[in-house]
């Protein structure tokens, strides 16, 4: 019996993924590996096989790329004000 690996993060399962597509695993093999070691959560059998697919097409980063969107308002200023606000209360 294998040791679950808790928490990985999505690059992790990529690699995890793109590695043994290059070994010729199939790709229902893969997701059966991947929920044996990192549990039922994991990625999903359709998603294994996108993944897949992309690493035939030539992929090889295994990080999200870039997104358009609303930028983020967060930033070190607005957190030290809402700290300070938190401390007067």
């Known amino acids: 019996m294998f040791?679950?690996?808790?928490?990985p993060t999505d690059c992790e399962v990529r690699s995890v993924t793109r590695f043994?597509?290059?070994?010729n695993v199939k790709q229902a093999e893969i997701h059966?590996?991947?929920v044996e070691i990192y549990g039922e959560?994991?990625?999903?059998?359709?998603?294994?096989?996108k993944w897949?697919?992309?690493?035939?097409?030539?992929?090889?980063?295994?990080?999200?790329?870039?997104?358009?969107g609303r930028p983020s308002v967060v930033n070190?200023?607005?957190v030290a004000k809402v700290?300070?606000?938190?401390?007067?209360?």
């Open 3 to 7: 040791k679950t690996i808790a928490d």
């Open 20 to 23: 043994s597509n290059a070994n």
């Open 32 to 34: 059966l590996q991947l």
């Open 41 to 49: 959560n994991v990625m999903t059998d359709g998603m294994v096989r």
């Open 52 to 68: 897949v697919r992309q690493f035939k097409d030539g992929r090889t980063n295994v990080h999200d790329e870039a997104r358009s």
């Open 76 to 78: 070190d200023g607005l």
């Open 83 to 89: 700290n300070e606000k938190i401390r007067e209360n």
